[in-house]
């Protein structure tokens, strides 16, 4: 079993950067995809960005390409989402997902969730 713990979340200006990090317990967490969601209020939990196990592969929601990174550091149980040229409408609160099977775009593709870090971008 896997927990996740995510943490950096806070209050920026548009145009700022955040970084947000996912630690997890668990050996074998470098055998886990991982993925970042996030919901706004009033809104569904969508799909940010996902990393394969190994790191190799990283795939992003067309909202967010090319102003965030993820990455992970397996020594560490660490995945970090780098947020850059913050919008407002990235204000929600973000969650860290993994899961043993490959990564994936829909909630039900992660069987771990963090409890989520609140990211508010004012304009």
């Known amino acids: 079993q896997v927990q996740l713990v995510e943490s950096g979340g806070g209050l920026v200006q548009a145009g700022g950067s955040l970084r947000l990090s996912c630690a997890a317990s668990?050996?074998?967490?470098?055998?886990?995809?991982t993925g970042w969601f996030r919901q706004a209020p009033g809104k569904e939990r969508e799909f940010v960005a996902a990393?394969?196990?190994?790191?190799?592969?990283?795939y992003y929601a067309d909202s967010v390409k090319g102003r965030f990174t993820i990455s992970r550091d397996n020594a560490k149980n660490t995945v970090i989402l780098q947020m850059n040229s913050l919008k407002p409408e990235d204000t929600a609160v973000y969650y860290c997902?993994?899961?043993?099977?490959?990564?994936?775009?829909?909630?039900?593709?992660?069987?771990?969730w963090g409890q989520g870090t609140q990211v508010t971008v004012s304009s």
């Open positions: 997902a993994a899961d043993r099977g490959g990564f994936g775009y829909v909630m039900d593709d992660y069987a771990y």
């Open positions: 668990g050996r074998t967490f470098s055998r886990y995809a």
């Open positions: 990393i394969t196990w190994s790191g190799a592969n990283t």
